[in-house]
């Protein structure tokens, strides 16, 4: 699963811009894949189709959610282990450019003993 998407995957909460984000939490909470029209009508008025159906492949090509035939769109991960990914990503680019804002790295839950140690290093 990808995070760190080029494009418009990256601007908001968890790396999520607010369509992705509000699609993502549509999923989440889907006890079954949503098909295209439940999802468009899910944020009806909120958004264009084209832009639905943009954000769904962007979704798509970075491995965040999946497509089960004609059955629709699915998350393939739970939330929380999202988030952890999305966080172990923020450290790691942390870590690669240690000068950039660190205001991002209260979000994250947990930390790998690596990582932790890392971040020991640094302080």
């Not at 962007?58 to 491995?63: K, Q, R, T, W």
Request: glycine fraction near 8%; hydrophobic fraction near 40%; charge should be negative.
């Amino acid at each position: 699963m990808s995070v760190m998407v080029e494009g418009h995957l990256m601007s908001g909460s968890y790396g999520l811009n607010r369509t992705a984000e509000q699609i993502m939490e549509l999923l989440w909470n889907a006890e079954t894949p949503l098909s295209y029209e439940e999802i468009a009508e899910s944020v009806k008025g909120m958004w264009r189709t084209r832009k639905i159906y943009i954000c769904l492949t962007e979704l798509e090509d970075a491995g965040i959610i999946g497509i089960k035939g004609d059955m629709g769109y699915y998350a393939v991960c739970k939330k929380d282990e999202f988030i952890d990914h999305w966080g172990k990503e923020q450290i790691k680019n942390f870590l690669k450019a240690p000068q950039l804002p660190v205001g991002n790295l209260r979000k994250i839950k947990r930390l790998s003993e690596e990582d932790a140690a890392e971040l020991r290093k640094l302080l």
